[in-house]
């Protein structure tokens, strides 16, 4: 059978990373507005739930904010659980397997001045860039990298 979603969106709030099971697998769940693809006035929007596990988490939350794109790729999972009165709730949600980054590097670096007014988290620009420069130059190889789903790591172990 085939479970394979792509997504594009923008991240709805912001980010946080944390440990999970055992073992303290890093976590960050996130919410994509994905545009239903009609243009114009009344333009609509599905929310959709990510998770990211690892270095991928530890990269969205380090290098992404509230309103940037990402591209998702990765597969589709229900949850389910049972309340403390006793209500069975599900959801389905998007294990990610690969994450990248839309925005350019010049859009994130304006909104990064605003916020902070040139302080120290502010990023400088690299000689030679300019608008629709390369995407996200000086970002480590390896903080966009694919990461196999394997087994969720909030499962109770029997």
């Given at each position: 059978?085939?479970?394979?979603?792509v997504?594009?969106?923008r991240?709805v709030?912001?980010?946080?990373?944390?440990?999970?099971g055992?073992?303290?697998?890093?976590?960050?769940?996130?919410?994509?507005?994905?545009?239903?693809?009609?243009?114009g006035?009344g333009?609509?929007?599905?929310?959709?739930?990510?998770?990211?596990?690892?270095?991928?988490?530890?990269?969205?939350?380090?290098y992404m904010?509230?309103?940037?794109?990402?591209g998702?790729?990765?597969?589709l999972?229900?949850?389910?659980?049972?309340t403390?009165?006793g209500?069975?709730?599900s959801?389905?949600e998007?294990?990610?397997?690969?994450?990248?980054?839309?925005?350019?590097?010049?859009?994130?670096?304006?909104?990064?001045?605003?916020?902070?007014?040139?302080?120290?988290?502010?990023?400088?620009?690299?000689?030679?860039?300019?608008?629709?420069?390369?995407?996200?130059?000086?970002?480590?190889?390896?903080a966009?990298?694919?990461?196999?789903?394997?087994?969720?790591?909030?499962?109770?172990?029997?």
């Open positions: 059978m085939i479970n394979s979603v997504l594009v969106g991240i709030y912001d980010l946080e990373l944390e440990r999970v055992a073992k303290g697998t890093l976590k960050c769940g996130v919410r994509l507005a994905v545009d239903r693809g009609k243009k006035p333009q609509q929007a599905d929310f959709i739930e990510v998770v990211c596990w690892g270095k991928t988490a530890e990269n969205l939350v380090k904010r509230k309103g940037s794109t990402i998702v790729t990765g597969e999972r229900s949850h389910s659980w049972q403390e009165g209500e069975r709730r959801k389905l998007v294990w990610a397997n690969q994450v990248r980054f839309m925005d350019t590097r010049t859009a994130a670096e304006r909104d990064k001045a605003r916020e902070n007014a040139g302080g120290p988290g502010a990023m400088p620009a690299a000689a030679g860039e300019g608008e629709g420069a390369s995407v996200w130059p000086g970002v480590p190889e390896d966009i990298a694919e990461e196999p789903l394997g087994e969720d790591p909030e499962a109770k172990e029997e």
